[in-house]
Nanobody, 121 residues
Framework: QVQLVESGGGLVQPGGSLRLSCAAS?????????????MEWYRQPPGKQRELVAG???????NYHDSVKGRFTISRDNAKKTVYLQRNGLKPEDTAVYYC??????????WGQGTQVTVSS
């Protein structure tokens, strides 16, 4: 049963913009209680470890990796059970597989399947 469905990846030129979306699906506790989960975007560049890019709490507080501050914006729409990552000023080093992650203390966490983003001219 798929819990998190990501979309919006693809090929973009340096300096361009893309918005990633991650929607909760199914009838799990995660989908039913989406607003209570802290949501995060991770990325895994080729040959490197997965790293946290941005996070948004259930109360909509946000945090960002230093490398994306001022360029990326994370947001959520609880009515649509969706978290977004707006990315502007993309650089080749932003090339990675991007994953969304939902976590809530004392409950299981959830990962999306990942979406490839390639920044290249």
């Amino acid at each position: 049963q798929v819990q998190l469905v990501e979309s919006g990846g693809g090929l973009v030129q340096p300096g361009g913009s893309l918005r990633l979306s991650c929607a909760a699906s199914g009838g799990s506790i995660f989908s039913l209680r989406f607003s209570m989960y802290n949501m995060e975007w991770y990325r895994q560049p080729p040959g490197k470890q997965r790293e946290l890019v941005a996070g948004i709490t259930s109360g909509s507080s946000t945090n960002y990796h230093d490398s994306v501050k001022g360029r990326f914006t994370i947001s959520r729409d609880n009515a649509k059970k969706t978290v977004y990552l707006q990315r502007n000023g993309l650089k080749p080093e932003d090339t990675a597989v991007y994953y969304c992650h939902g976590q809530r203390p004392l409950y299981n966490d959830y990962w999306g399947q990942g979406t490839q983003v390639t920044v290249s001219s």
